[in-house]
């Protein structure tokens, strides 16, 4: 495949993942041989405001952290991540003897004079002399870095790969959890709107029964009657507490099934959902309507800790 079309086939597929809704907790392992090195990478994740990710990795592959890291966010965006990435050579030809010449003329010289200077043995051999530091080292060869990251590279997109299926598969399940909780929420919202014009009516009957039974016959002034009335609906009307509810909740589901990380803005948007549902119980002037105020502060609630682990 052309790089061209094999770079537009990635940036498809990248596209389509970050178009889902996927939960922050995740795991991932790949292992890739190729010849006689072979690489495991395993990666792990849970919930965090933020992209933090820590790299476990072999002292002589460290130089390729930065490389990790850079190819990680195409991937993810929010979570704390730990990444542990292991590496076998298995080839014997890796490493190589050196013999340090100008190190073992030092010991010999200094073992032979503290021989002449306390008239003992020189009993020095070849094989003690090896043993001494850093005359004998294991020395590795030179590796193409390019080839080593090459391999690296694909381990660590299998693992990427599996990681993000995790992920996508919990945040749909969130996502469906999330949507019935929202289809309650509406209901409870449309409940309270139908209780406001019966609180206003029952409230109407019981000032006109308490008018009669003070002032007997006489007549009542309808004006000031309906007048009280109104300065009633206006104290405990919830008008535009729950237009802004319903508003909400559809933007939440707009924010749902658009996909992608949206987790801060919902999380944004079930804030604006408990101020709302708070107000609505504050103006609540029957048992009926605080009832359903507390359920809906109780669902709210819900959806507030699922979207905690939304990316």
């Given at each position: 495949m052309?790089i061209?079309?094999k770079?537009?086939?990635k940036?498809?597929v990248?596209?389509?993942r970050k ?10 392992r790949?292992?890739y ?7 495991t990478?395993?990666m792990?994740?849970v919930n ?5 990710v820590s790299?476990?990795?072999?002292k002589?592959l460290?130089f ?5 890291r850079?190819?990680l966010k ?6 704390k ?9 298995l080839?014997e030809e890796?490493?190589?003897l050196?013999y340090?010449?100008s190190?073992?003329a ?11 200077n ?11 002399l ?6 004998l080292?294991m020395e590795?060869q030179?590796?193409?870095e390019?080839?080593i990251?090459?391999?690296l ?10 990681f ?5 598969r919990?945040g749909e399940?969130?996502?469906?959890d999330i949507?019935e909780?929202?289809?309650t ?7 309270v ?5 019966q ?11 308490k008018v009669r ?7 009542i ?7 009280e009335?109104?300065l ?7 008008d535009?507490e ?11 589901r707009?924010?749902?099934t658009?996909?992608?990380s949206?987790?801060?803005?919902l999380?944004?948007?079930?804030q ?15 048992l009926q ?9 109780t669902?709210?609630e819900?959806?507030r ?6 990316e």
């Amino acid at each position: 495949m052309p790089i061209l079309e094999k770079e537009t086939a990635k940036y498809n597929v990248l596209k389509e993942r970050k178009d889902m809704i996927k939960s922050m907790t995740g795991f991932g392992r790949c292992e890739y041989q190729q010849g006689d090195r072979k690489f495991t990478v395993e990666m792990k994740a849970v919930n965090h405001r933020y992209f933090d990710v820590s790299i476990k990795i072999p002292k002589k592959l460290s130089f390729f952290e930065a490389a990790i890291r850079t190819f990680l966010k195409d991937y993810i965006q929010r979570g704390k991540v730990d990444v542990f990435v292991t590496y076998e050579d298995l080839t014997e030809e890796n490493v190589s003897l050196k013999y340090n010449e100008s190190l073992a003329a030092q010991y010999l010289a200094c073992y032979r004079k503290m021989a002449q200077n306390f008239g003992l043995e020189d009993d020095m051999r070849v094989s003690a002399l090896g043993r001494c530091p850093e005359v004998l080292t294991m020395e590795e060869q030179d590796v193409d870095e390019k080839e080593i990251w090459a391999e690296l590279e694909t381990a660590l997109k299998g693992a990427c790969e599996q990681f993000v299926k995790s992920r996508v598969r919990e945040g749909e399940a969130l996502k469906t959890d999330i949507f019935e909780k929202l289809d309650t929420m509406r209901e409870n919202v449309e409940a309270v709107e139908e209780r406001l014009p019966q609180i206003v009516a029952a409230y109407r009957e019981r000032l006109t029964e308490k008018v009669r039974e003070l002032l007997g016959d006489t007549q009542i002034e309808e004006s000031r009657l309906a007048a009280e009335v109104v300065l009633f609906a206006d104290k405990i009307c919830t008008d535009e507490e729950t237009v802004r509810l319903k508003s909400h909740i559809d933007a939440m589901r707009a924010e749902l099934t658009k996909g992608g990380s949206v987790g801060r803005k919902l999380d944004f948007i079930a804030q604006e959902m408990n101020r709302e549902a708070n107000t609505i119980l504050s103006k609540a002037n029957d048992l009926q309507t605080s009832d359903l105020a507390i359920e809906l502060k109780t669902e709210i609630e819900k959806v507030r800790e699922q979207i905690q682990n939304i990316e």
